[in-house]
């Protein structure tokens, strides 16, 4: 059974950071990262990704403000949020694809709050 652990979210003033982080505390071996986010009544939407060899993607909304980054030695992956704004405000998933019973499969995090104030 794997499992992703998620951490990081919080309640913010508009212009401050957080950095969130998704983590699997086992022996595995994970292809691609990234972290979506989902607003109320909104659909889930792609932040940004993170390839293995460490090649990034991000939405347009938040390029030069939010950085992905990825520690394969912990099997973990970073979302820094800097520059936050009212519109951020959203749960934040994390997606890893993660090689388990012979197959690549999508695994989702439980998700954390992104909270910020105007």
């Known amino acids: 059974q794997v499992k992703l652990v998620e951490s990081g979210g919080g309640l913010v003033q508009a212009g401050g950071s957080l950095r969130l982080s998704c983590a699997v505390p086992q022996s595995i071996v994970i292809r691609n990262m990234g972290w979506y986010r989902q607003a109320p009544g909104n659909q889930r939407e792609l932040v940004a990704t993170?390839?293995?060899?460490?090649?990034?993607n991000y939405a347009d909304s938040v390029k030069g403000r939010f950085t992905i980054s990825r520690d394969n030695a912990e099997n973990t992956v970073y979302l820094q949020l800097n520059s936050l704004k009212p519109e951020d405000t959203a749960v934040y998933y994390c997606n890893l694809e993660i090689w388990s019973e012979s197959r690549w499969s999508d695994y989702w995090g439980q998700g954390t709050q992104v909270t910020v104030s105007s």
């Open positions: 993170i390839t293995v060899s460490s090649r990034t």
